[in-house]
Structure formats: structure tokens, C-alpha cells
């Protein structure tokens, strides 16, 4: 229906203007059209939010380690080989995880597997470990990625410096990547620790947070 306009007439008084029942008819017609149209439209955005939340899902795990707590990992000055391990065994290990997927970290391996992923997917980390740091000690970080495969690359995901020697300083990473090519989604990955002087490691978790397309 077209809008109804009401006439009010030429000047003010001049009694060509619609009577009172005829202008009111216009309005309640115009207005009956408008909240029929405001129902489609609502009716329009329930469903698109349902697409939305149907095709975007979160879930996300929380491993806690306990082996280092009493057998720190050692690294050796200068050493290139230095991977973080975790046996997801503490107390704190935990997961949101409502449709059962597969869990990426395998603490057998040692390794992250993301082969229960798609191109698209992103994942979130979050890391914390305790150094034993030595004075004026520089510590970086690294991600491998794309393990096992011929496109293998890293990510320095974090980089301290310490001016004093200090026990238990804590060192915490905060990164996102997300699966853009099939070597990062089927070849392993896993933290990788770098510096020039010796340090003792005991890994206190990491948790990861997927964003699935």
C-alpha cells in the first residue's frame, strides 16, 4: 500500500483539509503497513542470526602441566632444540568443548595437531612459563609451523630481557594464527625456546581458543 498522505488543507482553517475520522483512517492504515514491515524485517534478522552462530563456532582448551614443576626443562646456552613440553595431567586442565572436537595440543607428541581444522579457522594462544633467568639474559619465543612439510616456518611470538638473575620469573605469550595454506593445517607445530645464556623452564599451561568457520 502507498502511504496515505493526510491533507491538512491550503492555510490553516480554510476547511478543505480531511475531517478528523478520515485523517486517523490514514493514520491507523499507515501505521498497521509500518509494523507489518517492522515484523518482516525483525523476523529477517532472527534468521540471519541463526546463519551467523550456525556457521562461526568457539571452543576452546586449557592444559596444565605438572612434569616440570619437578623436572624442569633444561636449556643449554646457546641451544637451537629447546621445545616446550606439556602432559596436560594438572588439575587445571579443562575444556569448553560442547560439540566434541578434537583436542589440538597431544601431549604424547609433544606436538600441536591441526588436522581437525579447515583453511579459514584461526586459533588463539595464550602461554605461561617460569624461567630461572640468568643477569642481562635475552629469551625469545617461537612457534614452529608447518612441521614435517617442505613450507616449515616460524613465528617469534615473544621476546624479554632481563637485566637481573632472578628464580621463577614469569613469562607469559599471547598470539593468534589462523589456517591459510594446507602445509600449516597438516604438519605438526609446537614452542621452541631461544637464547644465548642457559636458562631451567617449568611450563605452567597454555590455553587455545579455535574459531571455526
Not at 130 to 155: C, H, K, P, R, T
Amino acid at each position: 500500500m502507498a502511504r496515505q498522505a493526510i491533507n491538512v488543507g491550503t492555510v490553516a482553517n480554510d476547511r478543505t483539509g480531511d475531517k478528523w475520522r478520515d485523517a486517523f483512517v490514514k493514520v491507523n492504515a499507515n501505521e498497521t503497513e509500518l509494523y507489518a514491515d517492522l515484523a518482516t524485517v525483525q523476523a529477517a534478522l532472527i534468521v540471519a542470526q541463526a546463519a551467523v552462530a550456525a556457521s562461526t563456532k568457539t571452543y576452546w582448551f586449557d592444559a596444565n602441566d605438572t612434569l616440570t614443576a619437578t623436572a624442569p626443562i633444561t636449556h643449554g646456552a646457546g641451544a637451537s632444540n629447546t621445545y616446550l613440553t606439556n602432559n596436560a595431567a594438572g588439575t587445571s586442565t579443562t575444556q569448553y568443548n560442547p560439540n566434541s572436537k578434537d583436542s589440538l595440543w597431544n601431549p604424547v607428541t609433544k606436538k600441536f595437531d591441526f588436522t581437525s581444522l579447515k583453511i579459514g579457522d584461526t586459533v588463539e594462544f595464550r602461554g605461561d612459563i617460569q624461567i630461572n633467568n640468568a643477569a642481562a639474559q635475552e629469551i625469545d619465543m617461537v612457534f614452529s609451523l608447518a612441521e614435517g612439510s617442505g613450507s616449515a616456518y616460524e613465528l617469534r611470538i615473544s621476546h624479554n630481557y632481563y637485566k637481573t638473575a632472578a628464580t621463577g620469573t614469569p613469562l607469559t605469550f599471547l598470539f593468534r594464527i589462523y589456517m591459510g595454506d594446507e602445509a600449516t593445517r597438516t604438519g605438526g607445530a609446537r614452542f621452541r625456546l631461544e637464547s644465548v645464556a642457559a636458562t631451567s623452564i617449568r611450563v605452567l599451561g597454555w590455553f587455545y581458543q579455535i574459531t571455526e568457520v
